[in-house]
């Protein structure tokens, strides 16, 4: 990283982060391609998530999930492979097949099955007793709409079974959940969901940079985001900095709008 200091640049927090938190979603990355990328963006990355069901499909997996725990970044399984192993009653296998790959973080979600809510607490509960839990919210079907309320109720009942972040569905798509069919944000659901549950405690998945520039703008640059692709993490950060057009006015002192573009 450069030594050059830009005056006006936002503060970043510091890893391990509360806030400003960045989860990447890796759908099946080589162990040389995931050295890569910690080499160039590692000192970004909060999470690394095994999209779904890759893990069980990618070779060298233990070998790559030992090179993101040394670069200091957390590493878990994709909710879906959570359910997948639950809808067959084979949570034991699950919890053996996640400690014999060291991982230390798991996610809990209900998106691909029916789950009753109070299970999927249970689950949270329970696992938070030996791992960090992050529990996935919303579902991945695009015609099951929930109301507000009801998000916040389940974002509020997981965070108090023990859930270190609860993470807004957007599917690696970003047209579901806490988005609209368009792509665009659900803005009445997010600012509904802000009024009673911390901003520091959601994780919005946001795998579309139009979506990442409107948290943003909106929440500023220590804003957690996920589901973002590691090709993507470092235009991210300059995002987060105001390094890129996009978001370039958002952290200049107001004096400075007159060089906005006519």
């Not at 690394?48 to 060298?60: D, E, I, N, S, Y």
Request: hydrophobic share 40%; glycine share 8%.
């Amino acid at each position: 990283m450069t030594e050059i200091q830009l005056p006006f640049l936002p503060d970043r927090t510091k890893k391990p982060r509360q806030s400003g938190i960045t989860m990447i979603m890796d759908k099946g990355l080589s162990t040389r391609e995931s050295a890569d990328f910690i080499e160039v963006s590692g000192h970004l990355a909060d999470f690394v998530k095994l999209g779904f069901g890759t893990a069980m499909v990618t070779k060298g997996v233990r070998e790559k999930i030992k090179l993101y725990q040394e670069a200091g970044i957390k590493v878990y399984l994709g909710g879906t492979l959570f359910e997948a192993f639950v809808i067959r009653n084979k949570f034991e296998d699950y919890l053996r097949y996640v400690d014999k790959l060291n991982l230390d973080t798991v996610e809990v979600s209900d998106g691909s099955m029916f789950m009753e809510h109070d299970i999927k607490c249970e689950f949270i509960h329970n696992l938070s007793k030996r791992f960090m839990v992050l529990s996935e919210v919303g579902s991945k079907e695009s015609g099951i709409l929930i109301a507000p309320g009801r998000w916040i109720e389940m974002m509020q009942a997981e965070l108090q079974a023990g859930s270190f972040k609860v993470i807004g569905e957007a599917r690696e798509s970003g047209n579901v959940g806490i988005y609209r069919p368009t792509g665009k944000a659900h803005v009445t659901l997010i600012n509904k969901i802000l009024s009673k549950v911390e901003a520091d405690k959601v994780i919005w998945e946001s795998p579309l940079k139009s979506q990442q520039v409107w948290f943003i703008k909106n929440f500023g640059a220590n804003v957690n985001l996920g589901n973002i692709s590691p090709m993507e993490l470092v235009p991210l950060e300059t995002l987060r900095l105001g390094l890129r057009a996009d978001t370039f006015f958002t952290f200049l002192p107001e004096k400075y709008n007159a060089f906005q573009p006519k």
